[in-house]
């Protein structure tokens, strides 16, 4: 299986040149900016809890203005439809709950509004939630506020262009990190309840990950769930979909492209939900700082796009053709790719 895994990620990856080459060659098809996790909060740098990478807390900011300028550059050359922005725009400790600004008063609007002037550029941007945003913001406040992330009532939501149907998670509907009285959160205390034997829903500071092992490692406070409602929902987008289909995340679907600490709780469920549609060409995703990919059975592929956080540029430039393949020009940190469709799908749109 590791060495599987190890071809498909190989056999995925190409040149930033071959894929600009790809772009140039072919009609122009849907194009999109796509960044993950740029975790913005006005601090000095500083090692995550497991000590395994450095985060640049303040430099993050440059790197969101980096991938402004290169999502310019594509709009002003040969277009650009939108921006796909994957979660965790600004860190937690910014709400003053803890860490380096615990104890005074948030600045979670401050930072909001500092990393979409950098990120500000003159096409739509779709947000996903991240953990962080839930740790900064009441969801009421996701949906109202500048993300803008309840167009649709709901903080997941689906669009089309050209052809191409673009769907935005939200794997938080349940939640340790909403608020308490909703059906949200009590979801979420019933399962980690049952799954981690640790004190994570109290206050009181504990490993989250003692005594869990293998596909239990997911079942852990900053990940969530998708939720039985939302799944039906995305079965019924999916079966009405004109053509291909792209799902944003901001956790991962697949434990393959990361690892199982990084996933969404119902992430099997959802994974059959995108394999019975047969129409999914790709799900990008953030959470996972390191970034990563695989190809699962089904011919989906999971891309995990690293965290501008974590790496000075961290973005791509994505283009969807009429024959239901994607190509990705990264930049920084993000490698270039290119996506077949599933072969079931390719065969239709032939």
């Given at each position: 299986?590791?060495l599987t895994n190890?071809?498909?990620r190989?056999?995925?990856c190409v040149?930033l040149a071959?894929?600009?080459a790809l772009?140039?060659?072919?009609?122009?098809g849907v194009?999109f900016?796509?960044?993950a996790?740029?975790?913005?909060c006005?601090?000095?740098?500083?090692?995550?809890f497991a000590?395994t990478?450095?985060?640049?807390?303040?430099?993050?900011?440059?790197?969101?203005?980096?991938?402004?300028?290169?999502f310019?550059?594509?709009r002003?050359?040969?277009?650009?439809?939108?921006?796909?922005?994957l979660?965790d725009?600004?860190?937690?400790q910014?709400a003053?709950g803890?860490g380096?600004l615990?104890?005074?008063p948030?600045r979670?609007k401050?930072?909001?509004?500092e990393?979409l002037?950098?990120l500000s550029t003159?096409?739509?941007h779709y947000h996903?939630v991240?953990?962080h945003?839930?740790y900064n913001?009441?969801?009421?406040q996701l949906?109202?506020?500048p993300?803008?992330m309840?167009a649709s009532?709901?903080?997941?939501?689906?669009?089309?262009?050209?052809g191409?149907?673009?769907?935005?998670?939200?794997p938080y509907e349940?939640s340790?990190s909403?608020?308490k009285?909703?059906?949200?959160y009590?979801?979420?205390?019933?399962?980690?309840?049952?799954?981690n034997?640790?004190p994570?829903?109290?206050?009181?500071?504990?490993?989250?990950?003692?005594?869990?092992k293998?596909e239990?490692?997911r079942?852990?406070p900053?990940?969530?769930a998708v939720?039985?409602?939302?799944?039906?929902?995305?079965?019924?987008?999916l079966e009405r979909?004109p053509g291909?289909?792209?799902?944003?995340s901001?956790?991962?679907l697949f434990?393959?492209?990361?690892?199982?600490?990084?996933?969404?709780?119902?992430?099997?469920?959802?994974?059959?939900?995108?394999?019975e549609?047969g129409n999914?060409?790709a799900?990008?995703?953030?959470h996972?700082?390191?970034g990563?990919?695989?190809?699962?059975?089904h011919?989906i592929?999971?891309v995990?796009?690293?965290?501008t956080?974590t790496?000075?540029?961290?973005?791509?430039i994505?283009?969807c053709?009429?024959?239901g393949?994607?190509t990705i020009?990264?930049?920084?940190?993000?490698?270039s790719?290119v996506?077949a469709?599933?072969?079931?799908?390719?065969?239709?749109?032939a």
């Amino acid at each position: 299986m590791v060495l599987t895994n190890m071809v498909r990620r190989s056999a995925a990856c190409v040149s930033l040149a071959v894929a600009q080459a790809l772009h140039t060659r072919c009609d122009r098809g849907v194009r999109f900016g796509v960044l993950a996790d740029v975790q913005y909060c006005d601090i000095e740098d500083a090692r995550n809890f497991a000590g395994t990478e450095i985060r640049f807390y303040r430099g993050s900011l440059e790197g969101a203005r980096r991938a402004a300028r290169g999502f310019e550059a594509a709009r002003l050359g040969r277009g650009l439809d939108f921006v796909a922005q994957l979660g965790d725009l600004i860190d937690g400790q910014n709400a003053g709950g803890y860490g380096a600004l615990k104890g005074l008063p948030p600045r979670s609007k401050q930072a909001l509004d500092e990393v979409l002037a950098a990120l500000s550029t003159p096409v739509p941007h779709y947000h996903c939630v991240g953990n962080h945003e839930l740790y900064n913001f009441e969801p009421d406040q996701l949906m109202e506020g500048p993300l803008n992330m309840g167009a649709s009532g709901k903080l997941y939501h689906a669009f089309v262009e050209k052809g191409w149907t673009f769907v935005v998670l939200n794997p938080y509907e349940h939640s340790s990190s909403l608020p308490k009285h909703t059906p949200g959160y009590k979801e979420a205390a019933k399962v980690l309840t049952e799954k981690n034997p640790n004190p994570v829903l109290s206050d009181e500071p504990c490993n989250f990950f003692e005594g869990l092992k293998g596909e239990g490692l997911r079942f852990v406070p900053f990940n969530g769930a998708v939720g039985e409602e939302q799944r039906t929902w995305l079965a019924g987008v999916l079966e009405r979909a004109p053509g291909p289909c792209v799902v944003f995340s901001h956790l991962p679907l697949f434990h393959e492209s990361c690892s199982w600490r990084n996933v969404a709780w119902d992430s099997p469920e959802v994974l059959e939900v995108l394999r019975e549609a047969g129409n999914v060409v790709a799900v990008v995703a953030g959470h996972s700082h390191s970034g990563g990919y695989a190809l699962d059975d089904h011919g989906i592929h999971h891309v995990v796009v690293e965290a501008t956080l974590t790496h000075e540029t961290a973005f791509g430039i994505c283009e969807c053709r009429g024959d239901g393949s994607i190509t990705i020009a990264g930049e920084g940190s993000v490698p270039s790719r290119v996506l077949a469709p599933p072969p079931s799908l390719a065969r239709r749109l032939a």
